[in-house]
Nanobody, 126 residues
Framework: QVQLVESGGGLVQAGGSLRLSCAAS????????MGWFRQAPGKEREFVAG????????SYADSVKGRFTIARDNAKNTMYLQMNSLKSEDTAVYYC???????????????????WGQGTQVTVSS
């Protein structure tokens, strides 16, 4: 059974940094593309960043490009999201997600992901 557990969220001032982690278990982590998504109150869940199973290819939402960095350590079955220069509009619950099928690229549509973590709250105060 696939399990994804996010950690690292919290309260930070605007301009600060946080690093989120997503620990995966249940199947071969290195075979599956992963993504980070976020959902603010009253808004739809939106794509933040994606990473290929190998870690060699990444993609970002325009709103976070240049500020956030997605990475993965396949030896540790863990994915990360380094968030710098945080803004108040980054406030949301952040979720990690995993594609159902192996060796398929990460996509921006949340419907393309079958496994989700419980989420971690990120609050940026201005």
């Amino acid at each position: 059974q696939v399990q994804l557990v996010e950690s690292g969220g919290g309260l930070v001032q605007a301009g600060g940094s946080l690093r989120l982690s997503c620990a995966a278990s249940g199947r071969t982590f290195s075979s599956y593309s992963m993504g980070w998504f976020r959902q603010a109150p009253g808004k739809e869940r939106e794509f933040v960043a994606g990473i290929k199973w190998s870690g060699r290819s990444t993609s970002y939402a325009d709103s976070v490009k240049g500020r956030f960095t997605i990475a993965r350590d396949n030896a540790k079955n863990t994915m990360y999201l380094q968030m710098n220069s945080l803004k108040s509009e980054d406030t949301a619950v952040y979720y990690c997600a995993q594609r159902r099928e192996p060796y398929i690229i990460a996509l921006k549509d949340p419907k393309a992901y079958d496994y989700w973590g419980q989420g971690t709250q990120v609050t940026v105060s201005s």
